[in-house]
T-cell receptor, first 112, second 114 residues
């Protein structure tokens, strides 16, 4: 799987939007961009994924650059419950049998 | 629907001992994966099983083994425990959406080796 680069940590205020960046300059044409997050003392949970177009779901939005070398996870209105480690992961179509490759992710801190 | 369940929640073992961790996937999910998460790091892939067959293996020694049962539940076994095996062990079951696999993780088993 291609490598991703994320900031170690970010801080935001409650009820404000949060933009979490991810760089993936070596992404291949068939790689999907997945985001997972891990709340304290829990296993990771799926957030969103996309290929080329921007994506929205009930949890977040994913904005993908036109050249696909970077993407941004957007939490529209952060709550304290959104404090977690966020992982940006590239995955080929079909997934394969080699599991998800997690980096260190971005530790998101939400201030009340 | 119940999520992925794992047992036990915590356990403490001594170096050299053997341990078995258990996982029940979400109903209808046929694929189970195991991950090891050392404190401060992201999860590292150990195994993937689909329909009782090993489909993928990460860079872990042969002391680590797993199996999947006809009801799709799974066990992870670790022999000859080392201090470095202390970690959170995560199980995930997968749902094929038609385009990608979405993985659903359990809460993990915290293993401490002393």
């Amino acid at each position: 799987d291609a490598k991703t680069t994320q900031p170690n940590s970010m801080e935001s205020n409650e009820e404000e939007p949060v933009h979490l960046p991810c760089n993936h300059s070596t992404i291949s044409g068939t790689d999907y961009i997945h985001w997972y997050r891990q709340l304290p003392s829990q296993g990771p949970e799926y957030v969103i994924h996309g290929l080329t177009s921007n994506v929205n779901n009930r949890m977040a939005s994913l904005a993908i650059a036109e050249d696909r070398k970077s993407s941004t996870l957007i939490l529209h209105r952060a709550t304290l419950r959104d404090a977690a480690v966020y992982y940006c992961i590239l995955r080929g179509s079909g997934g394969g049998a080699d599991g998800l490759t997690f980096g260190k992710g971005t530790h998101l801190i939400i201030q009340p | 629907d119940a999520g992925v369940t794992q047992s036990p929640t915590h356990l403490i073992k001594t170096r050299g001992q053997q341990v078995t961790l258990r996982c029940s996937p979400i109903s209808g999910h046929k694929s189970v994966s195991w991950y090891q998460q050392v404190l401060g790091q992201g999860p590292q892939f150990i195994f993937q099983y689909y329909e009782k067959e090993e489909r993928g293996r990460g860079n872990f020694p042969d002391r680590f083994s797993a199996r999947q049962f006809p009801n799709y539940s799974s066990e992870l076994n670790v022999n000859a425990l080392l201090l470095g095996d202390s970690a959170l062990y995560l199980c995930a079951s997968s749902l094929w959406t038609g385009v990608v696999y979405e993985q659903y993780f359990g809460p993990g088993t915290r293993l401490t080796v002393t």
